[in-house]
C-alpha cells in the first residue's frame, strides 16, 4: 500500500511495531491519514489485511502505536519569484 502526504493538508502517521508477529526486531509499519484517527484506522486496516491477525492482535499492536503530526516538517514549501 503506498500513500502519498496532501499538499497544505495536516498529516498525521501511525508508526505500529510489528516485531509480535514478523520476529524481526526493528520492524515497523507507517500509515498516513489526514487525521489521527484515520492514521490508526489504516494502520488498523493494514494489520487486517496483510498480516492476516485477528481483531484482538490489532487491538495489541495498536496499542504499542506512536501517532505523530508530521505535516509540519515533510510538507513542500511554496517557490516564491523573486
Known sequence: MVQ????????????IPVERITANQD??????GASADEAK??????LASTYGCNQSQVL?????ARIEL?????????????
Open 60 to 64: 495489541e499492536l495498536i496499542q504499542q
Open 27 to 32: 520492524e515497523e509499519i507507517m500509515t498516513f
Open 41 to 46: 484506522r489504516q494502520g488498523e486496516e493494514l
Open 70 to 82: 508530521i505535516a509540519q516538517w515533510c510538507a513542500p514549501q511554496e517557490r516564491r519569484a523573486i
Open 4 to 15: 502519498q502526504i496532501r499538499h497544505n493538508e495536516p498529516q498525521y502517521i501511525c508508526i
